[in-house]
């Protein structure tokens, strides 16, 4: 082999060791800088994971009057930098606090939407009987309700045709009869209801037929 030959080789062995190098180093630039992002990606998680707080939102709906249980509450983590304090943090016993306003389903639980005293707000357990085409189907404890009387048989054979009106808004039900539901007919349901709205929707019992509408 030739001088010029031998050069000639020996420089396409160094051209093909540098270019192994070349793509070497990048792939090991590639993955460090891979490492990098993960581990800045974590820190970021991380930083907001620590400006978040669990707090107790409601389960379902609640109306002013009712007493929380365990099953009306359900923890939700939220971020909250600003005005964390006006929500209750999950650590807080509220079972058996009293509701004195409307709470969504899922809705964060101010502080001031709770009282401790035993009677926050004076209401009555009223049971009812309504008919089972006039309530909803789905309708269970913690539904929200506005209650409606419509003129019954006995208005209409005496002559008088009272318009439907509003008895009542935003209405806890406390319980309802299933057993009584499921044989067709009446069903029992219990009512919470402001101590001054309790002789109302008596005194239309009587005389009106009366209709759940439920929220939501």
Do not use: C
């Not at 991380?46 to 978040?52: G, H, I, M, P, Y």
């Not at 249980?69 to 964390?84: T, Y």
């Not at 709770?114 to 004076?122: E, F, K, Q």
């Not at 209405?171 to 499921?182: A, G, H, N, R, Y």
Request: hydrophobic residues 45%; neutral net charge.
């Amino acid at each position: 082999m030739s001088v010029m030959g031998y050069l000639s080789t020996m420089k396409k062995i160094e051209n093909l060791i540098t270019r192994r190098k070349i793509k070497t180093n990048s792939r090991t630039i590639i993955g460090i800088l891979m490492i990098l992002l993960a581990f800045i990606a974590a820190a970021l998680i991380n930083r907001e994971s620590n400006r978040t707080v669990l707090v107790w939102g409601s389960y379902g709906e609640l109306a002013p009057g009712d007493v929380i249980a365990q099953s009306d509450l359900v923890s939700i983590r939220v971020m909250l930098p600003e005005n964390s304090r006006r929500y209750i943090s999950v650590n807080a016993d509220l079972i058996g606090t009293v509701v004195v306003r409307k709470l969504g389903a899922h809705e964060l639980i101010p502080i001031e939407s709770l009282t401790n005293a035993p009677y926050g707000i004076d209401t009555r357990e009223t049971p009812i009987e309504v008919l089972k085409n006039d309530l909803p189907a789905d309708l269970v404890r913690g539904s929200i309700v506005d209650i409606y009387a419509l003129p019954n048989e006995v208005m209409q054979n005496a002559g008088r045709m009272d318009p439907t009106h509003l008895v009542a808004a935003e209405v806890s039900i406390v319980s309802v009869d299933q057993k009584s539901k499921d044989l067709g007919g009446s069903v029992g349901v219990v009512l919470s209801l402001p101590n001054s709205g309790v002789t109302t929707l008596l005194a239309e019992l009587p005389s009106h037929r009366i209709v759940l509408v439920k929220h939501g």
